[in-house]
C-alpha cells in the first residue's frame, strides 16, 4: 500500500512548455485535488474530482487542465507554463472527512 | 467568504514547555477542523480533526485542539514540546454543507529549542 505517489519530484521547465504532473493513489478513494503550495500562501486548491470522469475548479483553476479517466490516477496538465507557475504541488486523495498527501512536485518554470 | 487565519508566521518554545499554535476561521455553515504538520521536503501528514462532539480534540503524537464556536478558534496546543515537533502546521476548514473545498491557512513554522 503506497498511499499517493506523485511524480516527478523536482522538475524545471521553459516559460511556454508542456507537463503532466502524475498523481496515483492504491487506497481506492473516489476524490482526489491537487493543491499549489506558496511561501506564505498555504495551500490552495487548484481542481477536484469526486469520482471517475467527474472534475471541478477549485480556487486557481487557471493554466491547468486535469482529467480523471480511473479511480487511481488524477493527472495535471500545465499546457504553457509560466514562471507564476513556479511552485510545489500536492496531490490528495480522500476517504470521509480527512486527506492523504503525497510528498509533493516542486516545480520551476524560468 | 471562508477563510482560514494564522496570525502567527513563527512560534519560538522550549522543549518541555506548552506549546500554542493558533488558527482562526469563517465558514458560512458548519466547519469541519483540521490540523496537518508539514516537515522539510515532504508532504503534509494529518494531525487531527474536528467534526462534531467533544470540544477537545485529541490526535496524533500527543498534539490536541479545542474548537471554540463563540471565537470561530481551533487552537493547537501541546502539553511539553519536544525538538522533534519543530514543523510547519496548517490549520484548515472546510464546510459540512459544501464537502468539496478544503481551505488552509498560511502556516506557523513551529521552533522547539532544547
Known amino acids: 500500500n503506497a498511499g499517493v505517489t506523485q511524480t516527478p519530484k523536482f522538475q524545471v521547465l521553459k516559460t511556454g512548455q508542456s507537463m503532466t504532473l502524475q498523481c496515483a493513489q492504491d487506497?481506492?478513494?473516489?476524490?482526489m485535488s491537487w493543491y499549489r503550495q506558496d511561501p506564505g500562501m498555504g495551500l490552495r486548491l487548484i481542481h477536484y474530482?469526486?469520482?471517475?470522469?467527474?472534475?471541478d475548479q477549485g480556487e486557481v483553476p487557471n493554466g491547468y487542465n486535469v482529467s480523471r479517466s480511473t479511480t487511481e490516477d488524477f493527472p495535471l496538465r500545465l499546457l504553457s507554463a509560466a514562471p507564476s507557475q513556479t511552485s510545489v504541488y500536492f496531490c490528495?486523495?480522500?476517504?470521509?472527512?480527512?486527506?492523504?498527501f503525497g510528498q509533493g512536485t516542486r516545480l520551476t518554470v524560468v | 467568504a471562508q477563510s482560514v487565519a494564522q496570525p502567527e508566521d513563527q512560534v519560538n518554545v522550549a522543549e518541555g514547555n506548552p506549546l500554542t499554535v493558533k488558527c482562526t476561521y469563517s465558514?458560512?455553515?458548519?466547519?469541519?477542523l483540521f490540523w496537518y504538520v508539514q516537515y522539510p521536503n515532504r508532504g503534509l501528514q494529518f494531525l487531527l480533526k474536528?467534526?462534531?462532539?467533544?470540544?477537545l480534540v485529541k490526535g496524533s503524537y500527543g498534539f490536541e485542539a479545542e474548537f471554540n464556536k463563540s471565537q470561530t478558534s481551533f487552537h493547537l496546543k501541546k502539553p511539553s514540546a519536544l525538538v522533534s515537533d519543530s514543523a510547519l502546521y496548517f490549520c484548515?476548514?472546510?464546510?459540512?454543507?459544501?464537502?468539496?473545498?478544503?481551505?488552509f491557512g498560511s502556516g506557523t513554522k513551529l521552533n522547539v529549542k532544547p
Open positions: 474530482s469526486v469520482g471517475a470522469g467527474i472534475t
Open positions: 474536528y467534526i462534531t462532539g467533544d470540544n
Open positions: 487506497m481506492n478513494h473516489e476524490y
Open positions: 484548515a476548514v472546510r464546510e459540512a454543507e459544501n464537502f468539496n473545498k478544503f481551505y
Open positions: 465558514v458560512s455553515g458548519n466547519p469541519y
Open positions: 490528495a486523495s480522500e476517504q470521509g472527512s480527512s486527506a492523504f
